[in-house]
């Protein structure tokens, strides 16, 4: 499968934004997707998961109340709307997808990766 991320830009503290994923290649239902995301200087870290059939999400604790993850099967989507966005929010965003049994926060368990968009929060 290739994925590809865009929504990205430079936005201001306060703001909001979605980011989007494109699936192609085979079948978008068959994978766990995940967002990670790597700021300036930082190891990559998990941000959120969706299952295969979007029944179940988990988004990392410290960002939940302000970031959701969403998926349209249909149109081989994935989403991430973050709102109030932060500084600290700033960094590259990545989809990824895993076409495991279980979801889950690890990369090593996610199969493919898109390229990645750059998040960028003034203050």
């Known amino acids: 499968v290739q994925l590809q991320a865009s929504g990205g830009g430079w936005v201001q503290a306060g703001d909001s934004l979605r980011l989007s994923c494109a699936s192609s290649?085979?079948?978008?239902?068959?994978?766990?997707m995940g967002w990670f995301r790597r700021g300036l200087g930082k190891e990559r870290e998990f941000v959120a998961v969706i299952s295969k059939s979007g029944a179940a999400t988990f988004v990392r604790d410290s960002i939940k109340d302000r970031f959701a993850i969403s998926r349209d099967n249909a149109k081989n989507m994935l989403y991430l709307q973050m709102n109030s966005l932060k500084p600290e929010d700033t960094a590259v965003y990545y989809c990824?997808?895993?076409?495991?049994?279980?979801?889950?926060?690890?990369?090593?368990?996610?199969?493919?990766w898109g390229q990645g968009t750059q998040v960028t929060v003034s203050s």
């Open positions: 990824a997808a895993d076409e495991g049994p279980m979801t889950s926060s690890r990369e090593g368990d996610y199969d493919f």
């Open positions: 290649g085979r079948s978008f239902s068959r994978y766990h």
